[in-house]
Each structure stands twice: as structure tokens, then as C-alpha cells.
């Protein structure tokens, strides 16, 4: 790897362009156009695309008939670095620690999103130009939820056509195992208020007279489950689809132990889930009901016995194919207002949510995807579904028409939204392989 390509990683990862913070909005706003900079100076034509929040980087190459036409995506923007105190560097100054590349936003996700601008580079470099027609657009607002970004694509869909989009933004299974991820889960969710009296009581003179919203709303959110974890919400599983047969038959094959994995990862003295299916299948195939945040009450040093006059909950729901945002809201709304309580009134706020996404991975870009992984790291691709979700991957799919290969660079101890977040060159230099390899087989 050119010596300078860790230069131009330390300078990207120094930016801190934290974009939930509006303190920060002048260094995003340099981040920024220091990769207008950098693509302009690798002989793309570049623009700066302002957008009501942060701003979008937009690039091509000149575009030529008869190629086809690849939207490469990524981000800028990076997560807060809090807590401060558990990094071990100071996390806007590089480090550099056997082999890993330590800051934050270095997996999540300019390390990634670098490795392909270094890898057009090199190609333009070689061959004055790309096998295909590039589109490279890099926002600075995914770690708030991309708001700005449909507005972009359908104001430019026409300027944007391409025939496929690939995303480095997600994780390998395995170091050294090329993956590429077909399938993420959807996510909606709902924040619940339930209220009692119109003030705290003293819980002396008025307790056992009243009802107590805290244990009213304890008392209903223990109604979503059964005893084995499953969601106990009328319909919630009616439109699930199952999993296939070979995909089944491919997971258990990986080179990971996924329980094992797990309990490591996260320290908790034992699995629980879905009966019927292993921790991969439940976290890639299964859908969850989840409290995410639970409050009411005196949360001070000591006791303070009151009856609070209202309690809190943030709900969310984790989706797969076939499910949908708006009928699971419908469904579980239902369900809580089946199970409140005597004696307090509820309110309910629906909150974000954004669409399940599932590809074929065996589908001719599929296996364009396969071999270029293959390539680039020597070793034969695992196919995965993942847990989390990506709302532009569906975007690109309803707006532009397109499908995304999501072939991620991540390992899973990068500490992505974390202190110490991570990424290895071993897996940087991979990156501009990909790249080359990718663009070199999407060109057939």
C-alpha cells in the first residue's frame, strides 16, 4: 500500500464531522470538501450538493454509451465519540496499533468508503479511465437517518439511472472471509406515555387507592412476550417469510460459531430467543419486538416515595420480509391497548422506521458480486442476511429502481459507534481490490 493513502486515511478520520451535533457543522462541512477536493484531483468531476442539512458529495467519471452505469455509496459523517473516557486515544487522532488503524469513523465508514476512491484512483491512474459509468455520491447525514437523501435521488433520478449501487457499510463474517450480505432487516418504532394522577402523589397516603402508572405500563410491556421470547402480538408473525432451505443448510456452514460468537461478544451468561431457530437465523430471519428505553419516577440517590404521574417506554420493531412497518405499528398498537390497565389513559407516538431489504444473491450481479470478492480476497464468499438496517438500500431500490450488493469490510470487533472503533489496513488494502475487481466485473 502507498505510503500516502495512510496519510489521506489520518486526514479523513481527523475531521470530526459528528453530524447529530449542530456544534460540529462547520467540520462536517470540511470533511466535506475535502473530499471534493481529493475526487476532483483523481480526474472526477465533482460537486457539493447542499441539502437542508448536511451536504452531499456527488462525483462521476464522463459517462459513455453502452457501459453500465454503478452507483457507489458511503458516508462522512461519523457517530459521537462519547464516552470519552473509555478510548485509549484521543479518537479524532489516529493511531496506528498492529495493524489496526484506530478513530472514530475508521470502520464506520471512511475506511471503507476511502478504499474505493483509492481504488478508482488507481484504475483511472492505469487506464485513463473506469470499465463502467460511475456515479460516487457520499452523504454526510446516515448516522441521523439519511433525511436528506430521498429528496437528493428523486430530484436527480433521472441524472442518477444506474444499473446497480454497491455499499461498503456493513461486516465480514470472519477475518479473511470475503461476505456479501443479501438481506437486512427492517426497523419501526413507537414511544408509549402512560399517566395516571395529574401529579406525583405521596405513595403513603395515596397508594393502593390509585393506580401506579409505573407498574401499569411494567405490567403491559411484559405482555409482548411469551416465556420462550417469542412476540405474543396477534398477527405480528402472520406475514414472515421463512427461511429457505439452502439458506439454512449455508449458514451452518460458515467459519464462525455464531453462539459462541455471541456470548463472547457480549458477555451476557446465556443465549436466549425464538425456540426452533440458532442465534444467527434468530438476529437474520426472525423479527423482535424490543424496549429500547423505560422510564417514570424518582431516578435520584436514596428513596422518594411517590406514585409518579406518568411512565415511559421506547419501543422498537425489528422486521423481515414479507412485514410491514405500517401494519406491525397497527398490530402492536392494538395489543397495548388491549393489555393497559385500569386506572391510566395512554398515549402513542409512532417513531422512525424503514423498510426490510432482500436480494438475490444468486442473481447474475449476485454472482458478479461473488467473483469479485473472491478476487480480491483469495478465499470463497460467505453469503449472509444481517440484523440491522440500512433505509437507503431500499431507497435506492423504490427511487432509482436499483438493486445494492452490500459487500462490507467490517470485522466484528470494530467497535463501530464505540469507543476505540477500529479498522485494519489488512482490510483497507482488500478494499481497493474490491473495488477494481467489482467495477472490472459489473463492466461485463
Not at 397508594?207 to 402508572?213: D, K, L, S, T, Y
Request: charged share 25%; net charge negative; with cysteine.
Amino acid at each position: 500500500m502507498r505510503e500516502n493513502y495512510l496519510e489521506d486515511f489520518y486526514s479523513f478520520l481527523r475531521f470530526p464531522s459528528i453530524s447529530t451535533d449542530d456544534q460540529y457543522a462547520e467540520r462536517v462541512a470540511e470533511c466535506a470538501h475535502w473530499l471534493v477536493k481529493r475526487l476532483t484531483g483523481i480526474g472526477l468531476e465533482t460537486q457539493l450538493v447542499p441539502t437542508r442539512g448536511h451536504p452531499i458529495v456527488w462525483a462521476r467519471n464522463k459517462h459513455q454509451p453502452g457501459r453500465r452505469t454503478v452507483l457507489i455509496y458511503g458516508h462522512y459523517d461519523v457517530q459521537p465519540p462519547d464516552p470519552l473516557e473509555l478510548w485509549d486515544s484521543p479518537p479524532f487522532e489516529p493511531v496506528l496499533k498492529n495493524g489496526y488503524v484506530f478513530a472514530r469513523g475508521a470502520t464506520d465508514n471512511k475506511g471503507q468508503i476511502l478504499a474505493h476512491i483509492l481504488g478508482i484512483q488507481e484504475t483511472m491512474e492505469q487506464d485513463r479511465d473506469l470499465p463502467v459509468n460511475l456515479h460516487l455520491v457520499i452523504e454526510g447525514e446516515e448516522e441521523i437517518g439519511s433525511g436528506n437523501l430521498g429528496s437528493f435521488l428523486n430530484e436527480n433520478r433521472e441524472a442518477l439511472k444506474s444499473d446497480v449501487a454497491v455499499v461498503s457499510d456493513t461486516g465480514m463474517i470472519e477475518k479473511g472471509v470475503p461476505t456479501l450480505s443479501y438481506g437486512l432487516r427492517g426497523v419501526t418504532a413507537l414511544e408509549i406515555k402512560v399517566t395516571g394522577p395529574k401529579m406525583d402523589l405521596h405513595s403513603g397516603i395515596f397508594g393502593g387507592a390509585v393506580q401506579n402508572p409505573i407498574t401499569a405500563l411494567a405490567q403491559m410491556l411484559a405482555t409482548l412476550h411469551d416465556r420462550e421470547g417469542r412476540v405474543a402480538i396477534s398477527g405480528f408473525y402472520d406475514r414472515v417469510k421463512s427461511l429457505e432451505n439452502w439458506e439454512r443448510e449455508a449458514w451452518r456452514k460458515l467459519p464462525v460459531d455464531g453462539d459462541k460468537l455471541i456470548l463472547k461478544e457480549t458477555g451476557v451468561p446465556e443465549l436466549f430467543g425464538e425456540a426452533g431457530y440458532n442465534s444467527l437465523e434468530r438476529i437474520w430471519a426472525r423479527p423482535t419486538a424490543e424496549i429500547n428505553g423505560i422510564g417514570g419516577g424518582y431516578q435520584g440517590q436514596g428513596t422518594k416515595t411517590v406514585i409518579a404521574s406518568h411512565a415511559m417506554a421506547k419501543l422498537t420493531f425489528r422486521l423481515v420480509p414479507e412485514q410491514e412497518g405500517d401494519e406491525i405499528l397497527k398490530l402492536a398498537r392494538a395489543h397495548l391497548r388491549k393489555n393497559l390497565p385500569k386506572g391510566v389513559t395512554m398515549e402513542i407516538t409512532d417513531g422512525h422506521s424503514g423498510p426490510w431489504y432482500l436480494t438475490d444473491p444468486h442473481s447474475p450481479l449476485g454472482e458478479a458480486a461473488q467473483r469479485a470478492l473472491r478476487n480480491a480476497f483469495d478465499h470463497d464468499p460467505a453469503l449472509i442476511r444481517e440484523g440491522g438496517s440500512i433505509p437507503i438500500v431500499s431507497q435506492f431500490r423504490g427511487i432509482l429502481g436499483i438493486e445494492t450488493l452490500l459487500m462490507g469490510l467490517a470485522l466484528a470487533d470494530c467497535r463501530a459507534h464505540s469507543p476505540n472503533e477500529n479498522f485494519p489496513l489488512e482490510n483497507f488494502e482488500g478494499g481497493i481490490r474490491l473495488n477494481k475487481a467489482i467495477l472490472q466485473e459489473l463492466a461485463h
